[in-house]
């Protein structure tokens, strides 16, 4: 009898690992809010990450290309959020001081890594696909120590959106969710028959350097691309927040058109493909259909936190070159005079990184190390109510 139960037992720790590898995680998707109602909302408990690309909030020649965010009328949307005319401005709080990771810390790849691990390990200065198309390792780590291997051991639940991943790419209809695999290489092209839901277009780009999770052998399950929930295509996010599906930690990232990375082929609206405002309006006009998406669900409700993040700083590392920060929460420190707070402290992706470890309780309190520059960055508390990250 003692080898039977052994057997039984062997079985179910291992039904257990594939099911979360898989992303059925066993009863956090259905139980993973009932202590949020607890405090009202009060404390960030979910928080949804979306990581748009190679634009400053501020530059000293703010038309040079590529052009600053802030006061851009290419960005109607992001600037609203922050003068206190959007109707939402309410539930925001903003950082003017946010810098590049650190000095050198280019091109993007090494920001996303730095995102999840406080430093960019084997991604510094390259942008490189995580394996090569033979499956040797390319710069993906064997390493744990990084945030949404934290998540899964604490029992907390995470997921990255990929738009133009696990999609008919003649149609651009989602797969079923049978057939996702992990999207482990970049791809880019024309949909035969398909159109982009945001900037109606054919075109799809697909970058696995913007997708952090990625660059971690325990997240990725290995080379060749093995089948995963974890890395849903971007339609599905509206289904998981109508169904009240939404993990403890998501990830979204757009498209290089739909993050203000590139611009598409024939420009956007009134800006042509030659200026750099096209990709910038490319950029707020996804953010301007997407975070309203996210306010409706009941998630948002309950305080989670929308965080707009930007990868890193065009033409240099000083603090002349900030980076755009915005979160939108209704756990956001309270407006100001009538407008959003703005926070003037020296913020990085480390300190955004040590916020994400206290948000979710795995951090040294927890039990669980800072992650690499976390340990000595200042968290982001301050554009939060008391008590909403810690």
């Known amino acids: 009898m003692p080898s039977l139960k052994y057997r039984f037992s062997a079985l179910a720790v291992a039904l257990a690992c594939a099911l979360v590898w898989r992303g059925y995680v066993v009863s956090a998707d259905s139980n993973q809010n009932e202590d949020q109602d607890n405090d009202g909302g009060r404390h960030v408990k979910q928080v949804i990450v979306i990581a748009m690309e190679n634009h400053n909030w501020a530059q000293p020649t703010p038309s040079s290309s590529p052009q600053q965010?802030?006061?851009?009328?290419?960005?109607?949307?992001?600037?609203?959020?922050?003068?206190?005319?959007?109707?939402?401005?309410?539930?925001?709080?903003?950082?003017?001081?946010?810098?590049?990771?650190?000095?050198?810390?280019?091109?993007?790849?090494?920001?996303?890594?730095?995102?999840?691990?406080?430093?960019?390990?084997?991604?510094?200065?390259?942008?490189?696909d995580p394996y090569h198309a033979d499956c040797t390792p390319g710069t993906v780590n064997d390493t744990d120590q990084h945030l949404s291997a934290f998540l899964m051991k604490a029992r907390k639940t995470w997921r990255s959106y990929q738009e133009d991943t696990n999609v008919d790419l003649a149609t651009?209809?989602?797969?079923?969710?049978?057939?996702?695999?992990?999207?482990?290489?970049?791809?880019?092209?024309?949909?035969?028959?398909?159109?982009?839901?945001?900037?109606?277009?054919?075109?799809?780009?697909?970058?696995?350097?913007?997708?952090?999770?990625?660059?971690?052998?325990?997240?990725?399950?290995?080379?060749?691309?093995?089948?995963?929930?974890?890395?849903?295509?971007?339609?599905?996010?509206?289904?998981?927040?109508?169904?009240?599906?939404?993990?403890?930690?998501t990830w979204i990232t757009p498209n290089q058109y739909n993050d203000q990375h590139s611009k598409l082929a024939a420009g956007y609206g009134v800006y042509p493909t030659s200026s750099d405002q096209a990709a910038i309006a490319q950029g707020d006009n996804f953010l301007a259909r997407v975070v309203p998406l996210i306010m409706a669900s009941n998630a948002y409700q309950k305080g989670a936190a929308i965080v707009l993040w930007w990868d890193e700083s065009e033409g240099g590392d000083t603090a002349q070159f900030t980076l755009p920060f915005i979160i939108v929460s209704k756990n956001a420190h309270a407006n100001v005079g009538g407008l959003p707070y703005s926070s003037s402290l020296s913020y990085s992706h480390s300190s955004f990184?040590?916020?994400?470890?206290?948000?979710?309780?795995?951090?040294?309190?927890?039990?669980?190390?800072?992650?690499?520059?976390?340990?000595?960055?200042?968290?982001?508390?301050?554009?939060f109510k008391a008590g909403a990250v810690k």
């Open 353 to 383: 990184l040590r916020t994400m470890q206290e948000i979710f309780h795995v951090d040294p309190d927890g039990g669980y190390a800072y992650l690499g520059a976390a340990a000595v960055a200042t968290d982001l508390s301050a554009l």
């Open 172 to 249: 651009n209809v989602p797969l079923a969710m049978s057939s996702w695999t992990v999207p482990l290489f970049s791809h880019s092209g024309f949909f035969a028959n398909g159109l982009n839901a945001y900037n109606f277009t054919m075109q799809y780009n697909y970058a696995a350097k913007h997708n952090p999770q990625v660059f971690f052998r325990d997240t990725n399950g290995g080379c060749p691309a093995t089948t995963s929930t974890l890395y849903p295509p971007l339609q599905q996010l509206a289904l998981d927040l109508q169904n009240d599906r939404l993990a403890d930690y």
């Open 69 to 128: 965010i802030y006061l851009n009328p290419a960005a109607p949307f992001i600037n609203s959020l922050v003068n206190g005319t959007s109707g939402i401005s309410g539930d925001v709080a903003f950082a003017t001081n946010y810098q590049n990771a650190g000095i050198g810390v280019h091109p993007s790849e090494p920001n996303y890594v730095w995102a999840e691990a406080g430093q960019g390990l084997l991604s510094i200065g390259t942008d490189a």
